[in-house]
């Protein structure tokens, strides 16, 4: 996972969807491939969403230094064909030049926050390249803290008119590009597993003018996240098959489930992060090619049924998998197997 080409490959499929599940649009992978591939025709405003995170991701894999003009040209990749109307209106050479309105939780009924007055966010934007050119990290651990106080202030200033959790996210990736930290790239992944969390601690840290609740979050999620890819990829190692792009996100879903383990519970794990299906299309074309390849195994037959085929609860072959278990402390991997 310390390598350039394994945040590639999560950054143009699993952290494209994930910046955007975040935000609640749920796309599929393969949809994420076809647009990327040009083979999907869709609306211009569902393509945009994604392919402005493709051209945004390329841009800060190319682009070193984050300063003001750099920024401001990922900005206008991850922004383009998604302002209009009142946004438009609002946004100045650089940053916006209006107030900002930020929903808690997405609710109008309740109260927003008011990004900071447009007068100072010049002034506070430069305070926020002067840390990010501040190098005194340590370790790696150092380098991923320091990305998501990049992340949270981001939020905080809300710089632009809209876009802004997406366009905090890329760059605090950008960072640990930077840094050449790449495991932890996969933590919009993290996020995109406990959103109400996030913003949770994003408005602790707002109120409480402390960050270190959404600090820890973040480490813990993030950790959880490794210690599965960890998992996933031993078991890629220890396959004799090829496996696909989702049907490692179907090993990733098991092993985020924290109980039932039936293929109606993956089924529905499975939805609550893409475009619904129904469960017998999940069994027939996402769940039996895994049991057929040997890495799913039926551990007994319920009494309920799916369509004509009885539910089934599943778990992880053990011979797929022969890790060290003292890289896994985050994932009780003896309940999938």
Not at 31 to 37: G, P
Not at 72 to 91: I, V
Not at 99 to 113: A, G, H, N, Q, T
Request: a positive charge; proline letters at 2%.
């Amino acid at each position: 996972m310390s390598t350039l080409s394994f945040a590639k490959r999560m950054m143009m499929s699993q952290e494209i969807k994930a910046n955007n599940t975040i935000e609640g649009i749920n796309d599929d992978l393969s949809l994420i491939d076809d647009v990327i591939k040009n083979k999907k025709q869709i609306s211009n405003y569902e393509r945009k969403r994604i392919i402005n995170l493709y051209h945004g991701y390329q841009y800060i894999l190319t682009h070193k230094e984050i300063n003001k003009d750099n920024l401001k040209e990922l900005y206008n990749l991850l922004s383009d064909g998604l302002l209009t109307g009142q946004f438009a209106n609002r946004m100045g050479e650089y940053y916006r030049n209006k107030p900002v309105y930020i929903c808690k939780k997405s609710r109008l009924d309740v109260e927003p926050f008011l990004g900071v007055n447009e007068n100072k966010v010049n002034d506070l934007m430069n305070q926020l390249f002067e840390f990010i050119n501040d190098k005194n990290e340590k370790n790696d651990i150092d380098v991923f803290i320091k990305s998501q106080i990049m992340h949270f202030y981001f939020v905080y200033i809300h710089p632009y008119p809209d876009v802004n959790g997406r366009t905090s996210r890329t760059v605090a990736m950008w960072y640990l590009l930077n840094n050449k930290v790449y495991p932890y790239i996969i933590f919009n992944r993290a996020i995109a597993f406990s959103p109400n969390k996030y913003e949770n601690n994003i408005i602790l840290g707002r109120e409480k003018g402390n960050i270190t609740m959404f600090l820890k979050y973040m480490l813990k999620q993030v950790l959880k996240e490794l210690e599965k890819e960890y998992i996933i990829s031993n078991i890629v190692k220890n396959s004799s098959y090829h496996l696909t792009k989702e049907e490692r996100q179907m090993i990733e879903y098991m092993l985020s489930m924290n109980g039932g383990y039936s293929v109606k519970d993956l089924a529905k794990t499975y939805n609550n992060y893409n475009t619904k299906q129904k469960i017998h299309t999940i069994l027939d074309e996402k769940i039996k090619p895994l049991i057929e390849k040997e890495i799913f195994t039926i551990v007994r037959y319920t009494k309920s049924y799916i369509n004509s085929e009885p539910n089934m609860i599943l778990g992880i072959n053990k011979d797929m998998v022969d890790i060290d278990k003292s890289k896994v402390k985050h994932i009780n991997l003896d309940k999938f197997i």
